[in-house]
């Protein structure tokens, strides 16, 4: 069974950190990009940041570029986001997917439609 299972979140306070893991399993681990989305309370659901398996490259959202970091670790088949100096702005349940890593172009990497799995969420909560 396809698996995405994400952990590390919790309440911290503004200009804390957190760091979040998306651990994978049963499916090609190597052949999918693996991205971070979050959905805040009336909004809709947004992509933060994405690991390529293509190339490594890395993608950010405007809104967090310079504040979190992806990474991944192969050989565990995770991948982590490095949250911080976290903002009030950034409470929101996060999810991580995955794409199937063939012929994306850059722009599609941080859009929900092209992620086939999804994990159940972790909620990170920001207080001011």
């Known amino acids: 069974d396809v698996q995405l299972q994400a952990s590390g979140g919790g309440l911290v306070q503004a200009g804390g950190s957190l760091r979040l893991s998306c651990a994978a399993s049963?499916?090609?681990?190597?052949?999918?990009?693996i991205g971070w989305f979050r959905q805040a309370p009336g909004k809709e659901r947004e992509g933060v940041s994405c690991?390529?398996?293509?190339?490594?490259?890395?993608y950010y959202a405007d809104s967090v570029k310079g504040r979190f970091t992806i990474s991944k670790d192969n050989a565990k088949s995770t991948v982590y986001l490095q949250m911080n100096n976290l903002k009030p702005e950034d409470t929101a349940v996060y999810y991580c997917?995955?794409?199937?890593?063939?012929?994306?172009?850059?722009?599609?990497?941080?859009?929900?439609?092209?992620?086939?799995?999804w994990g159940q969420g972790t909620l990170v909560t920001v207080s001011s």
């Open positions: 997917a995955a794409a199937f890593d063939k012929g994306l172009n850059d722009f599609a990497y941080l859009l929900e439609y092209n992620f086939r799995f």
């Open positions: 049963g499916f090609a681990f190597d052949d999918y990009a």
């Open positions: 690991f390529s398996s293509a190339d490594d490259s890395t």
